[in-house]
Nanobody
Framework: QVQLVESGGGLVQAGGSLRLSCVAS????????TGWFRQGPGKEREFVAA????????DYADSVKGRFTISRDVAKKTVYLQMTSLKSADSAIYYC??????????????????WGQGTQVTVSS
């Protein structure tokens, strides 16, 4: 089993920045990819970004390209999501997820194996 704990959410003004963190524990050697998803009020969960633990390759949703950056610190077992130029449409609960497949075998619509509890991001306009 793998446990994921997110942090870094909060309230920010439009145009501002936030950095989310996701710390993994447990059987982390089984993880090959980690992603961020979000779910806004009354909306379905959507893919935001993902990263390969071994290769560092990344994937982004079109809506966040150029504004969000996903990165990882293998030694700290932590994945980050740096969010800039935030918009009110970015307000959501952000979830960290991890999967036992390599990123190249995962599509943004796939379900991941492990999920965190989420952290709230609210962008005020």
């Amino acid at each position: 089993q793998v446990q994921l704990v997110e942090s870094g959410g909060g309230l920010v003004q439009a145009g501002g920045s936030l950095r989310l963190s996701c710390v993994a524990s447990g059987n982390t050697l089984s993880i090959y990819a980690t992603g961020w998803f979000r779910q806004g009020p009354g909306k379905e969960r959507e893919f935001v970004a993902a990263i390969s633990w071994s290769h560092g390759t990344t994937d982004y949703a079109d809506s966040v390209k150029g504004r969000f950056t996903i990165s990882r610190d293998v030694a700290k077992k932590t994945v980050y999501l740096q969010m800039t130029s935030l918009k009110s449409a970015d307000s959501a609960i952000y979830y960290c997820a991890a999967d036992r497949r390599e990123l190249s075998y995962i599509t943004p619509k796939d379900n991941y194996d492990y999920w965190g509890q989420g952290t709230q991001v609210t962008v005020s306009s």
